[in-house]
């Protein structure tokens, strides 16, 4: 081969083999770092409704409903706990739950003598179950019924509930109450049986969280479980007249006495008094 193209031949095969020399001298490029796992905030379960924390709620009953001052009651004990529950909305319901109130002096007027007939009916029955301390356990138990209505973190879906119960109970004759009353009562308690179902969810899901770090962790349903509230004696007939002994009437369903009522610190509410 001649010269020249011995040389022209080398010049041209020179950058190819620069080339293969520079690649075989490289280092291989590493794969890139895997992501770490993104991170999942743990943040803790609030109680619902800005309740507070470490609250007591009732125990659950047989039919899967929480105990409540409003079980077990006869026709003209449920009307007066729907009384006490739209008092206690005359008294709580502000701003555009204003109506409450409006509704209850309107009710206490337009239903006088249906509500005078339950009230009286009510005193017969505690009457009959404690004799001469029927008064004091009614309070007793009104003060109950009171404070159980007047649960803050309820009141907020509790107006328009009793508002939606006021305007029905205006707009039907008073004869019509006794037998609505066990109805209202039901629709009145429902958002205080929607809350303590979202509390109890609560406290299982506050227990999974904390048993992600390593805790020793027991579901309950309450920290401190409600007592049962005390049950409304059973229904008398108006002909009923009081017995002159002073100590409570032997229950008829297990022939025990009945047991004391609960010590209550609270003071009640007027009972006849209506909302200004």
């Not at 309740?51 to 409540?68: C, F, N, Q, R």
């Not at 179950?129 to 009141?155: D, H």
């Not at 907020?156 to 609505?180: R, T």
């Not at 007939?237 to 009437?249: A, E, I, K, Q």
Request: aromatic share 8%.
């Amino acid at each position: 081969m001649p010269l020249r193209a011995a040389v022209r031949r080398f010049c041209s095969l020179a950058p190819i083999a620069a080339l293969a020399l520079i690649a075989g001298c490289s280092t291989p490029k590493k794969a890139p770092p895997t992501p770490p796992p993104p991170v999942v905030p743990t943040i803790k379960p609030l109680p619902p409704m800005g309740a507070v924390e470490e609250m007591s709620i009732p125990e659950v009953a047989e039919d899967g409903k929480y105990l409540t001052p409003n079980r077990g009651v006869t026709a003209n004990t449920a009307l007066w706990h729907v009384r006490m529950a739209l008092n206690v909305a005359a008294l709580s319901c502000h701003g555009v739950n204003e109506p409450a109130r409006i509704q209850y002096n309107r009710m206490l007027h337009v239903h006088e003598a249906a509500l005078r007939e339950a009230n009286a009916a009510v005193d017969r029955n505690y009457t009959a179950a404690y004799g001469s301390g029927g008064l004091k356990a009614r309070e007793l138990l009104n003060t109950v019924v009171y404070n159980f209505f007047a649960l803050p973190p309820v009141t907020k879906s509790f107006c328009p509930v009793a508002i939606e119960v006021g305007a029905k109970i205006l707009a039907m004759p008073s004869g019509q109450l006794l037998a609505y009353a066990p109805e209202a009562l039901t629709q009145l308690e429902k958002p205080f049986q929607d809350f303590y179902a979202a509390y109890a969810d609560y406290l299982r899901r506050l227990a999974e969280w904390q048993s992600r770090f390593g805790g020793t962790v027991t579901v309950v349903v309450s920290p401190t479980p409600l007592p049962p509230p005390p049950l409304p004696p059973k229904e008398i007939g108006s002909g009923f007249v009081p017995p002159p002994s002073t100590l409570p009437r032997l229950r008829e369903e297990s022939g025990q006495p009945l047991a004391p009522p609960p010590q209550v610190i609270v003071p009640t509410f007027p009972i006849t008094r209506p909302a200004k």
